[in-house]
């Protein structure tokens, strides 16, 4: 019986005699608006010879959260679980999907179902990512994906758990700040290596069996972004980039791509000709774009015929106006142009964030604005009526340029209040606050991380510097 299989980008599946855990479920398709696809290639009918007792979504990024695909799985009494936030949305996604049997596991509460053993760890003071746990008769499992989880908080679950047979983390980059720019500057926003230095320091201190590069395996085929399959991070180039800093200290690094698995009886089962979507990358995405020429067509003649409409403006307007003024002091007198492009008509919106004033105007303003925002008619319609505008910088079809850092660091100020509409810290309700507080008791030893950051933020350690350091555990 195979123990371990990969399935696709951040999708992993634990199998006992008794018993089967489903993990970050993305087989069919592509999210975020066409732009990422998996990456190699989900075999056709993978999803079809997966019958899960238990499905486990570690966030709601829609590359772990993925609505198409969940959907497929017709039995909504398939037990879901999934980790406790301040906000309720993915507890009420679940539910609008027709899903009858939720479980909500507290930062560090173990669950199990038959003989698969599930403790889920959050990190991230608003997007609460969660590392997990997963522990079974064959194997002991921490599969931290996107979580950035260091210091205390990850001293927590070595102490819990000990040594694990495998440790799967994330090695290239899921953000939007390559997609940045200031005018006249060659300033680069992301710097590959960091993802490599952090795999690294991440697995040195963790210590596995088995390090697995993972939650990374993505292609860009949309048109608008293709080229930035360059700057993809894939786990070919990480062992090679490892190997150059001295390799890992004790674990071996495997990689294992989508059809892969491990057995404890047999050991690793590597599928061989997965390699040669890394040795000839260019032309085997040229072919995946081919192959998928007939989704993409579809999407293009689609968003072709967009349109931007009152009601998204004011949607996006109310979305504003629940930022209490307080937490927009910083942005006082300052201003963004959005240019809505791709549709059946441009568009240029100037956006005074302080009084949450929306206006349209020509593109001469928009040419003399020191900050600019460029979005697709399709993203931005559907990433603000979903309340999911930050979210859709992941896309990476975005283009952000700004005159200076000045409205650089404005720009951050206002995605990052943005990002907290879309989680629901904001409006402030007494709810959420109470949930924050109760998480915190159990999530203590994230705060030391935070005032560790804070400490090197203050002299002068750049965000990338500070997330190695607290790695390494030399603070």
Known sequence: ???????????????????????????????????????????????????????????????????????????????????????????????????????????????????????????????????????????????????????QSLEQIKNKHGLFDFALRSHSSANDRICYSIEGSETIFDNPLHYTKSFKLFMDNVKPRFAIPFASNHCHLHKDVFHFNDYINDPFKLRKEINRLGGLVNSNMEIML?????????????????????????????????????????????????????????????????????????????????????????????????????????????????????????????????NMFHHSGISKRNRYIFSDRDNLKKWEIMNGLLEKVELEVFPLKGDYMKNVMFGYFRRWREVIVYFQAFWLARKGMKMYDIQEKILSKHV
């Not at 399935?7 to 608006?33: F, M, Q």
């Not at 990024?61 to 037990?79: C, I, R, S």
């Not at 956006?351 to 929306?358: D, F, G, P």
């Open 1 to 151: 019986m195979k123990n371990l299989i990969i399935h696709s980008h951040a999708c992993l599946e634990i199998r006992t005699n008794s018993a089967s855990l489903l993990v970050d479920p993305w087989l069919l398709g592509s999210c975020y608006w066409r732009s990422w696809w998996n990456y190699p290639p989900v075999k056709n009918g993978t999803i079809k010879n997966i019958f899960p007792s238990i499905i486990y979504i570690t966030h709601v990024h829609w590359d772990h959260w993925h609505g198409p695909t969940l959907k497929y799985f017709l039995d909504k009494n398939v037990q879901i679980v999934t980790h406790d936030e301040p906000n309720k949305r993915s507890y009420r996604d679940l539910k609008s999907f027709g899903f009858k049997n939720i479980k909500i596991l507290k930062h560090g509460e173990s669950w199990s179902f038959s003989d698969i053993t599930i403790t889920p760890y959050q990190f991230g003071l608003f997007l609460n990512d969660s590392a997990v746990v997963i522990e079974t008769p064959q194997l002991k499992l921490l599969d931290a994906n996107d979580c950035k989880i260091a210091g």
């Open 258 to 386: 989508s059809g892969d698995s491990w057995s404890k009886a047999n050991g690793f089962d590597i599928n061989s000709d997965n390699i040669k979507y890394f040795k000839e990358k260019d032309k085997y995405l040229l072919e995946y774009q081919k192959s998928s020429s007939k989704l993409l067509d579809k999407y293009y003649e689609s968003e072709g015929k967009k349109r931007l409409g009152k009601r998204t403006i004011k949607v996006f307007k109310s979305q504003l106006d629940s930022i209490p003024k307080l937490f927009k002091l910083r942005l006082k007198n300052w201003k963004f142009v959005i240019n809505v492009t791709g549709g059946t008509k441009e568009y240029f919106l100037k956006v005074q964030a302080y009084n949450s004033e929306i206006i349209e105007v020509d593109q001469n303003l928009f040419k003399s604005s020191k900050a600019k925002v460029i979005i697709p008619v399709d993203v931005f319609n559907s990433a603000v009526n979903q």
